[in-house]
């Protein structure tokens, strides 16, 4: 990633401090996930490696949680909004410069495809350590964590994916980084885009029913999830192709709503 073209909040001045009393547990994960959601070539050893390390530190995150009384759906919530604002969203030029100088619609499928592998991937690892957890069931109960680790790890890609559609169809959001981020997660959770000519759009993304609808997303997709809990091969292949399909999906819905906002014609 080039210097200067990281979108995110990382490294803006008076970023609030993560949300809860698991604070330095949130901070591990959010670096965790912001690793494997940036993975780029990453090999399969240490995909596996971060995601058990990210498992283990959502453990110890949950169990402060859960003696802060935070409730499941709330707490995933939480946790993913204090990582939004770490993603490394990457400006037009610097998409442009890692894509071999694409643009418009090329660019875009380059980057839809690029997401797709990479929450297939993440699907499959997780499948496939799901299946292992299957197979021995003393070790079904680390399960729950393998799950959250990848439900956060696919949404961070997707919420990605969704901000960067937005640069190359070139809608700008408006707002500070955390701003920004919500918005970006908000529309994530509508499986649409965000509208900027709306007033509210991102004073909205920051409310109660909003966060609810997040909440609701981040629990379905780790509803889809589940299916990983499989016997020997038929989570990895199950994890990895609903990833894929869902990350695809996602994609078209935004860059129909994108090409709407902008008057553009739906490609050939």
């Known amino acids: 990633m080039t210097s200067g073209a990281d979108r995110s909040s990382q490294d803006q001045p008076g970023r609030p401090a993560l949300p809860g009393p698991a604070t330095d547990a949130n901070a591990e994960v959010a670096e965790l996930v912001g690793k494997l959601s940036d993975a780029g070539d990453m090999d ?19 169990k402060r949680a859960r003696a802060s009384g935070a409730g499941r759906g709330r707490w995933l919530a939480d946790v993913f909004a204090s990582i939004a604002p770490r993603l490394p969203i990457r400006d037009l030029a610097a998409l442009q410069e890692h894509h071999y100088g694409l643009t ?3 660019l875009a499928d380059d980057l839809v495809r690029t997401a797709s592998k990479a929450t297939m991937a993440v699907g499959a690892i997780g499948g496939a350590l799901a299946a292992a957890e299957f197979a021995a069931p003393p070790l079904l109960l680390s399960a729950p964590a393998q799950l959250v680790a990848e439900t956060l790890v696919v949404a961070a890609i997707e919420v990605k994916l969704l901000a960067e559609l937005h640069e190359v169809y070139g809608v700008q959001v408006q707002g500070s980084g955390s701003q920004r981020a919500m918005a970006f997660s908000v529309a994530w959770s ?3 885009g965000v509208d900027p000519l709306s007033p509210a759009s991102v004073q909205l993304a920051l409310g109660a029913a909003a966060k609810a609808g997040l909440r609701k ?3 379905r997709t780790m509803g889809r999830h589940l299916t990983t809990l499989g016997p020997f091969l038929t989570g990895a292949v199950a994890g990895g192709a609903l990833n894929r399909i869902a990350t695809k999906r996602l994609a078209e819905m935004v860059r129909a709503d994108l090409r709407r906002q902008r008057g553009l014609p739906p490609p050939r």
Do not use: D, I, M
């Open 190 to 192: 509508r499986q649409r």
């Open 217 to 219: 997303r981040l629990l």
């Open 44 to 62: 399969g050893a240490e995909r596996r490696r971060l995601l058990g390390r990210l498992s283990t530190a959502l453990v110890t995150a949950r």
């Open 104 to 106: 418009g619609e090329q």
